[in-house]
């Protein structure tokens, strides 16, 4: 699975763009209640058989509330619709663009390179 940044003139629909694990992290440790937003990803998965960003960020969002063997699931079911995903910075990222590679599994697999962005590349 490949994650990159991408430029703020990416034309996908900002409805369907990738949330991302630093936010909805900061949702959650800000002790936003995760249920309404897992309702709309599951609502979101349920009407596009191709929405993997729906599923990733519904995978991230299971983790986040303990369900760690459902969000495997999910993150399989993402990764198998399509394996490069892109997170879009919020502010002008200076041109400069990157890939990480990551593999499957929990939040404890991957080093959080999205953590490190924020406030960053991306702040």
Partial sequence: MNIHLSEPNDLSDDATRLIGLASLAKMAFDGADLAPLRARLLDRAAHSETDANALMDLSTVLHLMGQRECALSVQALAIDIRQIYRLRCS?????????????????TENNALEFRLVGGICG
Wanted: proline share 12%.
């Fill in 91 to 107: 502010g002008d990222p200076a041109g400069i663009r990157l890939l990480a590679i990551m593999s499957p599994g929990d939040l």
